[in-house]
């Protein structure tokens, strides 16, 4: 064992400085230990102590010493000039302090860096969401909670301390809203105006909110609620506390509220209030049939009725200039084959899957369903299709592992294709929803499926049509025209909405000859 | 009801960043948090956590026991014995640094230490009968922090030894500590030879006295300006104190001078004190403890009044949970180490010297010691990062203390359980590292945390102690 040392003279330097030098050159190939100190008699004591030093050496209090045992001059040499550098290093290394403030940790850290904040947008995952809410609620933020997983107990526990502190609470699993014109989680950039939404349905206010924009007719505010809250254990606290909100909202002169059918002690609740407003009200629980509209309150049973009486209460009676997308659609090649009877509905948005079924039982009857309105038609695979059947791949079910079907198509994709395999196979009816948060070019993903598609079938001289609907705005990143255009030039049949494009579906099957018998 | 239509929407972003992206690019303002889960991801009690955000119990029992922390004034009074001046400090008692711990689990340089303790009170004459002494519970241990003191490393007092007297004249309460005996082989690291136990009696029989005379000649002194300064001379009055010793002895030499000690006592003390850096510590920890304690025992406070460390266990106590240690294994310290040594030599962490990051001082004013901030990775920015980071997990600030580096901005002070959890930013201590056989002495110094656990322990019973 070689022990070797170096002597740099005039220097000081600190001596945690310096071991932090010796920790490094212990580091280095070869080098067994290593000391680099001042060489004060105190220090070449503890150098000498641990066998470092074996020569008489002559060096100052104010030089530094470093001293190495090492099987190999060479790596002694190489270490020598490391140290040089890095003490060099020491006094050369001048960045100025870091000013860049890393992000804050909590909500509480947020609020006290900036006092305007007044609003929490939640999407952690779900056993932790309810306390983050708590902790927004208690420093006086309103909050949005796109998590879901949320137990209903701290659903109402956290509802309640809204409405004790006079903040909104909007979810948990509240995918969209848009306040003060600002759209937050899944929403679409639409125009500012008359029109109040309260929704606990996401696609529903998104479609409700991107028709009445497309029309001209702007949103005051869109607030959501969570799928749960007209369940009967929340009691629809926040569809309550929102509609009250945009009663007493100077910018809103008519209001929307939007949901799967509640409990009817909650609708009742719900339809209650509105009554007592003094407000339009239109009511859109999805099928929910009320024979009770007024001049206050009027009863929508699909969400595009939802938009147009909306339109309607705005615009003093006069009807919303409809986009005849139909026309280019060339309904008169009714090329099926004797096979080919069934629509196959493959939707990303949860409310329109709802929809869809509810137009097609009134029309073709016995629909089959992954998440069914009737439980009688639950699919038996979810998997796999058969007859009339459509499915909402946005559920828990299809989207293990992956993402949702509005940011990631994979799993769209392979179920068009698997539809197009079967010869039973007439019509597929599809949703695009653009806007925040959805995929930057659904529509090109969407033209790839159909082609593959489309390639499928041709093998098997089979023609499947291909029906669909762009749910958003042309602010949207992902523009509603430039959409539309893209699905025109491929050949698929557009509508308006969900329930025009349904209902376009429906005609192309009936109006099939083949499969005019079947019915 | 809510009104949010007069406002402009400001939001703050937990969980997915694209969220917080496209309310930027819509252009709306919106911050996103650098959020974990809370608590370790224990969701019960990050759901406890949530109900004491903001709570009005706690903040208002927050602002008494801080009002109080920052109101204490300790000053130096003088020297004594230790019997005679701590509380409780009867027959053949010997106080460690840390949470109460038995004999038999104590770590090696705290063993070292106490039976190097019982020579030096007399009651064996060698380490072998001391030994047998402890084992057949012939002497009571306590800690120091149930005493009013707080010890450094191991922490160890016996009866006889000499203590610094702190009084704080604005609350009446004192704190106590044993004199600094310098670095190398020394008691509190549990070296425990014959030239140990040798000056620990010259301490007792000529430094004690001659510091004692000389602080009686000069009258009290404050401590709380002094500190201020050392931070202002490159101190962080943890694990640098040679501006703070170089100011004590400034104000030492003209009491001794004009006392009744001789030349020669005093030239040993002067040069006693000039040949360790470390002296002041032992006036900066206990006039800590003075401060925080009398911020200890308000009811529903969720402030820190004591990180303790006995060489097994890291301990805090919370001022609104009196009388309850909160405890986890205690870490290794991961810093930097003396030529021959490695973390492989080290002794968990140890000594009650974490009462100054308690207090808003050492690691928490990093930023005052640029000469020592290789301990946090290197350059002065880093310190500065550090300090700036501490206030987030803290109830307030100690104008008393700045940090020149940062503007003069006040050490972050008062550590809040609440925010340690919601954070999982840990408070940070300076610390040096033992050898974890006894007499070995020093063997690095670094930076380690306060381990989150401890932090999370606490949840549940302030949970309690406010939510009906």
Known sequence: ?519 | MPDLSNKELNITNVGLRSFCENIQSAGGSATHLDWEPPANGDSEIGSKLADLVNHKKIEVANDEAFGRYLAANPVLAGVGMACENLPNMVGKTILHAGAPVDWRDMCGPMKGSILGAAIYEGWVDNLVDAEKMADHGEISFDSCHHHNAVGPMAGIISPSMPVWIINNTEHGNQAFTTLNEGLGKVLRFGANSPDVIKRLKWMEEFLAPTLNSAIQKTGPIELKPLISQALHMGDEVHNRNAAGSSLLIKKLVVGALGSDSTQNEIKEMVSFISGNDHFFLNLSMPSCKAMLDVAHGVPHSSMVTAMARNGVEFAIRVSGLSGQWFTTPAPVVDGLYFPGYSMDDAAADLGDSAITETSGLGGFAMAASPAITQFVGGSPADALLQSRNMRNITIGTNSQFTLPALDFAPTAAGIDVRKVVDTNILPVVNTGIAHKEAGVGQIGAGITSAPLDVFVQTITPLHKSVIY
């Open chain 1, 1 to 519: 064992m070689l022990k070797k040392h170096m002597i740099l003279k005039n220097h000081y330097s600190d001596s945690v400085a310096l071991m932090r030098i010796a920790a490094d050159l212990e580091a280095l190939p070869g080098i067994l230990q290593a000391t680099v100190i001042m060489a004060t008699e105190a220090n070449l004591e503890r150098a000498r102590a641990i066998d470092l030093l074996d020569e008489l050496i002559e060096a100052q209090p104010n030089n530094i010493l470093i001293a190495v045992s090492t099987q190999d001059a060479n790596a002694a040499a190489a270490a020598f000039s490391e140290v040089e550098m890095q003490i060099k290093n020491l006094s050369s290394n001048k960045d100025l302090p870091t000013t860049i403030e890393p992000e804050a940790k909590s909500i509480l850290m947020s609020v006290e860096r900036n006092a305007e904040l007044n609003l929490a947008l939640i999407s952690c995952p779900g056993e932790y969401a309810g306390a983050e809410a708590k902790k927004a609620l208690n420093l006086g933020l309103n909050v949005m909670i796109f998590s879901d997983n949320v137990s209903v107990r701290e659903e109402v526990d956290i509802k309640n301390i809204g409405l004790d502190k006079d903040l909104l609470v909007m979810g948990p699993d509240c995918g969209t809203a848009i306040i003060n014109g600002l759209p937050l989680g899944f929403a679409n950039v639409v125009t500012d105006g008359p029109v109040g939404i309260v929704a606990a349905s996401g696609t529903g206010l998104q479609q409700v909110s991107s028709l009445l924009s497309q029309w001209g007719v702007g949103i005051s505010q869109a607030i959501g609620t969570g799928g749960r809250d007209l369940n009967a254990e929340v009691g629809g606290i926040s569809m309550i506390q929102g509609l009250n909100t945009l009663l007493e909202d100077n910018k809103t002169k008519v209001i929307v509220l939007i949901s799967k059918p509640p409990s009817n002690d909650v609708a009742e609740k719900v339809i209650n209030v509105a009554r007592a407003g003094s407000k339009p009200v239109i009511v859109c629980f999805l099928g929910w049939d009320d024979k009770r509209s007024d001049d206050l309150v009027q009863f929508a049973r699909v969400l595009d009725d939802a938009a147009e009486f909306a339109y309607v209460k705005v615009n003093n009676g006069n009807v919303p200039q409809r986009r005849n997308f139909e026309i280019n659609c060339g309904v008169e090649e009714f090329d099926h084959n004797k096979d080919q009877k069934y629509l196959r509905g493959i939707f990303s948005g949860g409310t329109f899957c709802y929809e869809t079924q509810l137009i097609l039982s009134d029309s073709l009857g016995p629909v089959w369903s992954s998440t069914p309105i009737d439980q009688a038609f639950r699919l038996k695979n979810s998997w796999i299709s058969q007859e009339h059947t459509v499915i909402d791949l946005g559920d828990d079910e299809f989207t293990q592992g992956r993402p949702h079907p509005m940011i990631d198509h994979r799993t769209r994709h392979e179920r068009i294709l698997q539809e197009a395999r079967d010869p039973e196979t007439a019509v597929i009816l599809f949703d695009v929803v653009i806007g925040y948060g959805s995929h930057a070019n659904p529509a090109a993903e969407i033209l790839t499926s159909i082609e593959g598609a489309r390639n499928i079938a041709a093998k098997e001289n089979r023609h499947i049509d291909f029906v669909g609907f762009v749910c958003g705005t042309d602010r949207d990143p992902q523009q509603f025209t430039r959409q539309i255009e893209m699905l025109k030039s491929a050949g698929v049949k557009l509508a308006e909405s969900n329930s025009k494009a349904t209902l376009l579906a429906v005609s192309l099957i009936k109006t099939n000859p083949v499969t005019k018998d079947y019915k």
